[in-house]
């Protein structure tokens, strides 16, 4: 009789947190994976917000598709001397016509900025930084793309070419002389392939203005 009821008891407590499991990773549409899995090479697609999920769609319109969930998810974010951008993360078509994250993808994500308000001879000083595509955490954003803005200042400014303590992250500074520019405005994203460049995704000039009528900018 005790082993039966001991049984019985095991058999719901099991019952019960299959069903809290089943709660957190399937909540308002978006469904979570655990940590595990989020580390897990093989990382399922399924795991997005199904809203982000692109690979059914095809030519111009999962380029804009594209375009406007990279932008509109964007947050720039200033801590600790640093500035963090994350941008929109989603599902796409990868080899083979199989679903895959963006990142899983696309190898590379290339920003571009302009200063405002400032001009050397002319030209408008350009910063470019030019960072690995990564998933972060939870799926939904590509990992935060870092700019360490307090080492760039104690910089003497000028055209040159940066990297701090071998990250993988590179920064390329044209047209700028004499002090540093405070906003840079953000003129264009970039994610692509080392094999294929020409076939990523491009959100240029006009297409980020159609996209978010107000100019995108981080402020040193």
């Not at 089943?22 to 469904?31: A, E, L, P, R």
């Not at 070419?161 to 002090?179: A, I, K, M, P």
């Amino acid at each position: 009789m005790k082993t039966t009821q001991l049984t019985a008891t095991i058999f719901l407590l099991v019952a019960c947190a299959f069903g809290i499991v089943s709660q957190i990773n399937s909540w308002d549409g978006v469904i979570y994976i655990s940590n595990s899995q989020i580390l897990d090479k093989n990382r399922n697609p399924a795991a997005i917000h199904k809203d982000f999920g692109f690979s059914q769609i095809e030519g111009s319109a999962l380029s804009m598709r594209s375009q406007r969930r990279l932008i509109e998810e964007a947050t720039f974010t200033k801590e600790n001397g640093k500035i963090a951008i994350e941008l929109g993360h989603f599902v796409t078509k990868g080899e083979g016509n199989q679903k895959v994250f963006a990142c899983d993808y696309y190898e590379h994500v290339d920003l571009v900025f302009k200063a405002d308000g400032t001009a050397t001879g002319g030209e408008i000083p350009v910063m470019k930084v030019e960072a690995p595509c990564k998933v972060s955490p939870d799926l939904n954003k590509i990992s935060a793309i870092s700019i360490p803005v307090e080492r760039i200042l104690h910089e003497k400014a000028g055209d040159m070419d940066l990297r701090y303590d071998q990250s993988t992250t590179s920064f390329h500074f044209e047209n700028v002389s004499g002090s540093w520019p405070h906003v840079w405005i953000l003129n264009s994203v970039h994610l692509y392939r080392d094999n294929h460049p020409s076939e990523g995704i491009m959100v240029g000039p006009q297409e980020l203005k159609d996209i978010n009528p107000q100019p995108m900018a981080i402020r040193w």
